[in-house]
């Protein structure tokens, strides 16, 4: 059974701390660093901005994995590139022109995501997944961390491996959202290959333990 790739999420960090917090980071057996930006329009809060994502580069011994809950985020894939992402995933909800969103990312060399929202159906993905990378399944209503898992989560991570099986696609699942101890084996079981974890880390008492506690589910 392969490990899965853990993703602990910059966002439930302590943000007058970022340096001790990508270290924390850097020393633990986490994969990537999830970076969550939103505009307020697309989702109904603002967190952080490219030079808040090129501090927490400066820092980063492991890829940052870029999740854009903006509109129009066509504008601004190539200044997450230059300020240090490695994966950038868009929202489906959020591009008419998704196919094109996704080239453009690919064309800069990095890895491309697409992130869907709760209500959006699996099959939606089915003229897509097999030029993805990977897709970002959100697991709560994306605009807040600490929130609780949606159950239906394990139903549709089903699907979607069923999809990428289907159309021959690379795609991994990542899960994001209220990822913890009790989902986190069910959801590798349904097909489940990366664990965002935000709060689930940051508020436990050794977070580079919690991760490595995910990371052995
Ligand atoms: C929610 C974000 C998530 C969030 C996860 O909009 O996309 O990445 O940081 O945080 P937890 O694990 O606390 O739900
Ligand atoms: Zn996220």
Same mark, same amino acid.
Request: net charge neutral.
């Given at each position: ?10 966002? &439930? ?16 057996? #986490?994969?990537?660093?999830? /970076?969550?930006?939103?505009?307020? /329009? @697309?989702?109904?809060? *603002?967190?952080?901005? %490219? ?12 890829? *940052? ?13 190539? &200044?997450?590139?230059?300020?240090? #992402? ?20 690919? &064309?800069?060399?990095?890895? #491309?995501?697409? #992130? %869907?929202?709760?209500?959006?159906? =699996? ?10 990378? *990977? ?8 605009? @807040? ?26 795609? /991994? ?13 069910? %959801? *590798?079981? =349904?097909? =489940?290959?990366? %664990? ?22």
């Amino acid at each position: 059974m392969s490990k899965p790739i853990i993703a602990p999420s910059i966002l &439930a960090a302590d943000f007058a701390n970022l340096e001790r917090e990508v270290k924390m980071i850097n020393g633990s057996v #986490a994969n990537w660093i999830h /970076v969550d930006i939103m505009d307020g /329009v @697309f989702v109904p809060n *603002l967190s952080m901005g %490219l030079p808040v994502v090129e501090a927490i580069k400066k820092h980063a011994t492991k890829p *940052l994995d870029v999740h854009l809950m903006i509109v129009n985020p066509e504008k601004y894939v190539e &200044a997450f590139y230059k300020a240090g #992402a490695e994966v950038i995933s868009v929202h489906q909800e959020a591009c008419a022109h998704l196919h094109r969103n996704i080239q453009q990312i690919k &064309a800069m060399g990095i890895k #491309a995501g697409v #992130a %869907l929202n709760p209500h959006t159906p =699996a099959a939606s993905l089915s003229e897509i997944i097999a030029d993805v990378d *990977l897709v970002c399944m959100m697991s709560v209503n994306p605009g @807040f961390g600490g929130q609780k898992f949606i159950e239906n989560t394990y139903s549709k991570v089903k699907e979607i491996k069923q999809l990428i099986l289907q159309k021959n696609s690379k795609a /991994v699942i990542e899960i994001d959202g209220g990822v913890n101890m009790a989902n986190a084996r069910p %959801l *590798l079981d =349904a097909g =489940a290959d990366v %664990l965002v974890a935000g709060n689930f880390v940051f508020t436990s008492e050794h977070p580079s333990d919690t991760i490595q506690r995910l990371k052995s589910v």
